[in-house]
T-cell receptor
């Protein structure tokens, strides 16, 4: 079946603008994660959704970042008033959500550049 | 101490060589372990899970040492296409199913 998809693949924006990044997880996966990766760096956890539970927002770097997941499927990550330090690749992953931290499958990412 | 630690490398090996990476983790109660592969400017992709009894997938062998809290990845008969960054991944205990990703070990296989 189809893997995780993300859009747009690339986004260039001006400092101060808002951006929305979209993730469509693997069908049937109940867990969805957002990460970001700066050039040459490791993955930074942002937020996690599991079914209908309240999301784990512990990784969001500031209140300019928010995310929602509608209908338990598609998720949108919103960054308000973007800053240059927000430039990174934003990766979405999904997993089947069973207990024990099962493997996550990643989308191709959205490369965000803030000018 | 970091939750997951890896030698960043790079490991430079010739084609056909055998190479091994280790990764240490800090939480002795961790239960799930994985190796991911990440090519330059691409997303991480699951390479293999790591089971307590060790597991093998073709040229790749993964092992877990709980006593010393490390996992290893052995690659035999290296191919040019094995050049990538290998991420060690361990589950983070708690109420949520989070995985902690190491920063990766870079492998360069040369002709």
């Amino acid at each position: 079946g189809a893997g995780v998809s993300q859009s747009p693949s690339n986004k260039v924006t001006e400092k101060g603008k808002d951006v929305e990044l979209r993730c469509d997880p693997i069908s049937g996966h109940t867990a969805l994660y957002w990460y970001r990766q700066s050039l040459g760096q490791g993955l930074e956890f942002l937020i996690y959704f599991q079914g209908n539970s309240a999301p784990d927002k512990s990784g969001l770097p500031s209140d300019r970042f928010s995310a929602e997941r509608t209908g338990g499927s598609v998720s949108t990550l919103t960054i308000q008033r973007t800053q240059q330090e927000d430039s990174a690749v934003y990766l979405c992953a999904s997993s089947s959500g069973l207990a024990g931290g099962l493997a996550q499958f990643f989308g191709p990412g959205t490369r965000l550049t803030v000018l | 101490r970091k939750e997951v630690e890896q030698d960043p490398g790079p490991f430079n090996v010739p084609e056909g060589a055998t190479v091994a990476f280790n990764c240490t983790y800090s939480n002795s109660a961790s239960q799930s372990f994985f190796w991911y592969r990440q090519d330059c400017r691409k997303e991480p992709k699951l390479l293999m899970s790591v089971y307590s009894s060790g597991n093998e997938d073709g040229r790749f062998t993964a092992q877990l040492n709980r006593a010393s809290q490390y996992i290893s990845l052995l690659i035999r008969d290296s191919k040019l296409s094995d050049s990538a960054t290998y991420l060690c991944v361990v589950n983070k205990l708690g109420g949520f199913q989070k995985l902690v990703f190491g920063t990766g070990t870079r492998l360069l296989v040369s002709p």
